[in-house]
């Protein structure tokens, strides 16, 4: 399975932006990062994804390092609700497995 | 649209007993798969499919079978419950294609006495 390796907690103040790093050397070419969360006592919600270049949507940034080994999930403003589990993982083969590690657990600072 | 619906939300079963967890999905999506997640750990792949009539294992499928005769359910089953089963479980399904996000359901918390 394509391992993803992320840090398992940070925290950030309010209303600050928040880096969350994911290291994935084992990438191939063709291989997709995704990103998703996880609020308290409720299933995995999608953050956002990208192959090779930035990505911003009205959730978060993706930043993807030029040899792809490396990303970084960015919450422009952090915000309470922003407070639950990150998953960084890679869509591998026919992207019909996706494999989930502990994550990171952000905590915001009031 | 309701997305991807599971139910019961909430079981309690003796070991030994079975049960079949039920996820439905209106997307039309063809890949569909269940995920464990034990207490301060991240989620476990158990089984997938790829469309109707197709399934596969993942990461821990022994003790749960799957079957896909439709495109909308993926029924989870539970022959003998095991304390060891105890855990929430998720749904999830997608297009397949590897730039597709995953939608999950809810969740059902699930507990073997």
């Known amino acids: 399975d394509a391992k993803t390796t992320q840090p398992n907690s940070m925290e950030s103040n309010e209303e600050e932006p928040v880096h969350l790093p994911c290291n994935h050397s084992?990438?191939?070419?063709?291989?997709?990062i995704h990103w998703y969360r996880q609020l308290p006592s409720q299933g995995p919600e999608y953050v956002i994804h990208?192959?090779?270049s930035n990505v911003n949507n009205r959730m978060a940034s993706l930043a993807i390092a030029e040899d792809r080994k490396s990303s970084t999930l960015i919450l422009h403003r952090a915000t309470l609700r922003d407070a639950a589990v990150y998953y960084c993982?890679?869509?591998?083969?026919?992207?019909?497995?996706?494999?989930f590690g502990t994550g990171t657990s952000l905590t915001v600072i009031p | 649209n309701a997305g991807v619906t599971q139910t019961p939300k909430f079981q309690v079963l003796k070991t030994g007993q079975s049960m079949t967890l039920q996820c439905a999905q209106d997307?039309?999506?063809?890949?569909m798969s269940w995920y464990r997640q034990d207490p301060g750990m991240g989620l476990r792949l158990i089984h997938y499919?790829?469309?109707?009539?197709?399934?596969d294992q993942g990461e821990v499928p022994n003790g749960y079978n799957v079957s896909r005769s439709t495109t909308e359910d993926f029924p989870l089953r539970l022959l003998s419950a095991a304390p060891s089963q105890t855990s929430v479980y998720f749904c999830?399904?997608?297009?397949?294609?590897?730039?597709?996000?995953?939608?999950f359901g809810n969740g059902t918390r699930l507990t073997v006495t």
């Open positions: 999830a399904s997608s297009t397949g294609q590897k730039n597709s996000p995953l939608h």
């Open positions: 084992t990438i191939s070419g063709t291989d997709y």
């Open positions: 990208g192959l090779t």
């Open positions: 993982i890679l869509s591998v083969d026919t992207g019909n497995q996706f494999y």
């Open positions: 997307m039309n999506h063809e890949y």
């Open positions: 499919s790829v469309g109707a009539g197709i399934t």
